[in-house]
């Protein structure tokens, strides 16, 4: 997956921390997106952004902020984490359309 | 977005062909076909891409009947490796070109 990098791999957080996630693309794509999977679920879309600059609220928004301001780079934050902010995070850039992106490795996330 | 339905799950015997079903009852008449693969502690990646008849690639083929009411998604002689949940999605979210997952079909390949 080098062409979609996350940072970190692994988070463990207690209730109440902040934190920050960080999505890199090595392509100079205007779509970015951020999607959580829970245990046994799909994905669903938390924000994404059409171009540097601008960022919007996708399917489950609430608890997360997102901020585009380099093309290259889609950062999401947790300003105050709850347990059920644990999940998996996947970020992902599209590739040749709307219908194929390319999706980062993810960041495991555990609040407790 | 069209609702899919899948099997949650299914097991396969290495070296058999497997075939995936995906109920789209409501697919729009713009609305591509795609399926995804996710392997455990990965990212889905994208198979194939479909809108009728059939197409394949080096990974798979995937069918759709002229009514594009549902579609196969057929892997040849699958191996261990294969083991892994795979996604139908059709159409993308207008504007934001969102993917809109299910929880997908668990296919185990048996040794």
């Known amino acids: 997956n080098a062409g979609v990098t996350q940072t970190p791999k692994f988070r463990v957080l207690k209730t109440g921390q902040s934190m920050t996630l960080l999505c890199a693309q090595d392509?100079?794509?205007?779509?970015m997106y951020w999607y959580r999977q829970d245990p046994g679920m799909g994905l669903r879309l938390i924000h994404y952004?059409?171009?540097?600059?601008?960022?919007a609220k996708g399917e489950v928004p609430d608890g997360y902020n997102v901020s585009r301001l380099k093309k290259q780079n889609f950062l999401l934050g947790l300003e105050s984490a709850a347990p059920s902010q644990t999940s998996v995070y996947f970020c992902?850039?599209?590739?040749?359309?709307?219908?194929?992106?390319?999706f980062g490795p993810g960041t495991r996330l555990t609040v407790t | 977005l069209a609702k899919t339905t899948q099997p949650i799950s299914m097991d396969s015997y290495e070296g058999q062909e497997v075939n995936i079903t995906c109920s789209h009852n409501?697919?729009?008449?713009?609305?591509?076909i795609t399926w995804y693969q996710q392997f455990p502690s990965q990212g889905p990646r994208f198979i194939i891409q479909?809108?009728?008849t059939k197409v394949t690639n080096e990974v798979a083929s995937l069918f759709i009947p002229a009514d594009r009411k549902s579609s196969t998604l057929s892997l040849p002689r699958v191996s261990l490796s294969d083991t892994a949940v795979y996604y139908c999605?059709?159409?993308?979210?207008?504007?934001?070109?969102?993917?809109?997952f299910g929880k997908g079909n668990q296919v185990v390949v048996i040794p």
């Open positions: 409501n697919i729009a008449t713009n609305d591509y």
């Open positions: 392509m100079n794509h205007e779509y």
């Open positions: 999605l059709v159409g993308v979210e207008y504007g934001n070109n969102r993917l809109a």
């Open positions: 992902a850039r599209p590739t040749t359309g709307p219908y194929e992106q390319y």
């Open positions: 952004s059409v171009g540097e600059g601008t960022t």
């Open positions: 479909g809108y009728k």
